[in-house]
C-alpha cells in the first residue's frame, strides 16, 4: 500500500491518492487497486488503522454514528428534545439515553437554549440522527463561549493524535470541547477565551496551508506575552 500524495496535501476531484488495499473513511473511491478523491479536500491516512479519506473543504455537517457534537435544544416534546447541532438534519434526544431516573417534565432537565455536547448514537437512511448525553463527558455545557468553524475544518483544529488543540488548552489554561459538527466550547479567562476565537479564526481561513502548526503557536505565546505584560 502506498499514498501517492502528501497528507493534508490539497486535491481535486479525480485525484489519485492512493494505491493498494486502504479502508475508505469518505471523500475517496476505489477503482481496482487505485483510490481516487471524489472531492476537492485535504488528504488524510492513518496507517494504523490503513485508512485513507479527503476531507472537503467546504459543506454542511452530516451526522455520523459515534461523532461528538454540540447542539442546542430547540423543543421540549412530551417524549424527547429536539436539537439543532449545526446541521442541514434536526437531531432528537430520548430521555433513555440522557437520564437514569423517570421524569415527566423534562425541561427540568435540558430546557430550551441549553447548551449540551453529545454523541451521535444513531443515525437513520435519511440522517436523522439520535444522541446520547447519559455518561461523561456528555451532558449540559454551563458557562463558557460558543464559536464556529467549518465542519470540514475540525481536524486541523484538533490536529494529529490531538496535538493542536493539546497546544491551544495548555497555553490558554482553557477547558475546551470540539463538535465535530463545527462547534467549539471554551471555558477559562475571558481574555484567553478570546485568543482561542481568535485562534479558531485562523484555522479556518488557513487550513489548507502548510505550517499552521507553527504559526498557531506562535501566535499563541506572542498573544500570551501581551496579557502578561498589561
Not at 62 to 78: E, F, N, Q, R, T
Not at 164 to 182: A, D, E, F, H, S
Not at 201 to 224: M, P, Q, V, W, Y
Request: charged letters at 30%; aromatic letters at 8%.
Amino acid at each position: 500500500m502506498e499514498c501517492v500524495v502528501n497528507e493534508r496535501e490539497l486535491v481535486t476531484p479525480g485525484t489519485l491518492v492512493a494505491t493498494g488495499k486502504w479502508n475508505l473513511s469518505g471523500g475517496v473511491v476505489r477503482e481496482g487497486d487505485e483510490v481516487f478523491s471524489t472531492v476537492l479536500g485535504l488528504f488524510y491516512h492513518e496507517d494504523e488503522r490503513k485508512t485513507v479519506r479527503v476531507v472537503p473543504l467546504e459543506g454542511k455537517y452530516v451526522p455520523k454514528a459515534g461523532d461528538s457534537v454540540i447542539g442546542k435544544i430547540v423543543k421540549v416534546l412530551p417524549g424527547k428534545w429536539l436539537v439543532d447541532i449545526n446541521s442541514a438534519y434536526i437531531a432528537s434526544l430520548e430521555p433513555r439515553n440522557a437520564i437514569h431516573d423517570r421524569i415527566e417534565d423534562l425541561s427540568r432537565v435540558y430546557d430550551v437554549g441549553d447548551l449540551i455536547f453529545a454523541k451521535v448514537d444513531y443515525v437513520n437512511e435519511i440522517y436523522d440522527a439520535t444522541l446520547f448525553t447519559k455518561a461523561s463527558p456528555y451532558g449540559k455545557l454551563r458557562g463558557g463561549s460558543i464559536f464556529e468553524l467549518r465542519p470540514t475544518r475540525v481536524p486541523r483544529l484538533i490536529g494529529k493524535k490531538g496535538s493542536m488543540i493539546y497546544m491551544i488548552k495548555q497555553t490558554t489554561r482553557t477547558k475546551i470541547l470540539v463538535g465535530q459538527n463545527g462547534l467549539v466550547w471554551v471555558k477559562g479567562r475571558k481574555e484567553m477565551e478570546d485568543i482561542v476565537e481568535k485562534a479558531i479564526d485562523i484555522i479556518n481561513r488557513e487550513a489548507h496551508t502548510s505550517g499552521l502548526t507553527d504559526r498557531i503557536k506562535e501566535f499563541l505565546e506572542t498573544e500570551r506575552e501581551e496579557i502578561s505584560k498589561s
